[in-house]
């Protein structure tokens, strides 16, 4: 057990756990943690007096989305690890306890780290809302909480995404043979690279809208399109560069079977050409039907993607950068048009 089980679980998968056993989909739990955070604050701001009743402050939407967002997003993460481990373990040449041991790590977040995280990241908001001077009320208190609780789930969500991204490269080393014909294994833990990709996308979005649309004005312009192309392009490099080292295994194992389908249809050409020149043509059927069936082959061995990503799902990550990249420009090229005299 101890080999099996190499550090005590965070509180975090506790939390998980429990919302998984729930009687409502974990997705509409954390959809109804986040109505009720934006909720409780206006509630607060209505009985003070500070906004008319019915009143909606937009900038609230954005300001408390990080908690209920970082923890949803570390859940979803967290499930989508736990399918992928499970797909590729046909492929892992590793005996049971070692594999069970591979899970437990991949899909368990240690006590500690998390426990630091959490205390410092919430220690941290709750100091940047006081230095703000934004605790003189009931509701500036419950902003600045449950503001500030996105300064512990974010860095919570890095530490669980870097923990997966770093282990995928590990594990496809343990790939020991392929099947190139049957790459369905593999799929799974370029999942996870790209679930770590699209939130770092995701988060360039939300911020680009909160600063240009809701109301806050803590970036320059220039900064924001700056956070916005690190974001990309850490994005697209979580996506790549856990995958490079089984591309390139895919690709080597791919070559080498094309040189020996290509041996094996030069040998039958020979024969074939060998019984043209001595007329001999008893086996000319044969050996034509042979050849055929071997360039059927290779036409197959050719079609083998050399990236373990499943159909559509280069596309859909590339959809997720491009979109709002055209949003952006649109709205670039389209403003000017409607601008206020």
Known sequence: MAETRPFKPSWLDS????????KIASPLFYILLYVACVLVIHLALWFEGRLDWGMLDSYIFFDVIWFPLGLGYVHYMERVAQRSIAEI???????????ESIRYRFTTLPFWPILIITVLGFIFGMLLAFQSGSTDSIS????????????????IWLYAAYRH????????????????????????????????????VLLVNINFLSETYFGSVTQTPEMI??????????????????????????????????????????????????????????NIDGLEKGLSALLKVRESITAIPTWPWSPGTFGKFASAIVLPLIVWLLQRVMTPFFAVP
């Open 89 to 99: 373990r046909p492929a892992l040449s590793v005996s049971d306890s070692e594999f």
């Open 165 to 200: 991204v770093s282990q995928i490269d590990d594990l496809y080393t343990k790939v020991k043979k392929l099947n190139l014909f049957n790459l369905q294994p593999l799929y799974g833990l370029a999942r996870v690279a790209m679930v770590v990709g699209i939130f770092l």
């Open 140 to 155: 500036s208190i419950l902003w600045a909480g449950l503001s500030g609780l996105g300064y512990t789930f974010l860095p």
């Open 225 to 282: 399109v700056t956070l916005s192309m690190i974001g990309i392009t850490a994005a697209v490099a979580v996506f790549v560069i856990p995958v490079l080292g089984i591309h390139r295994k895919i690709e080597k194992d791919k070559t080498n079977l094309l040189a020996e389908n290509a041996e094996q249809i030069e040998s039958l050409r020979g024969d074939i050409q060998s019984d043209m020149e001595g007329r001999n043509f008893k």
């Open 15 to 22: 939390l998980m756990d429990w919302v998984s056993a729930l």
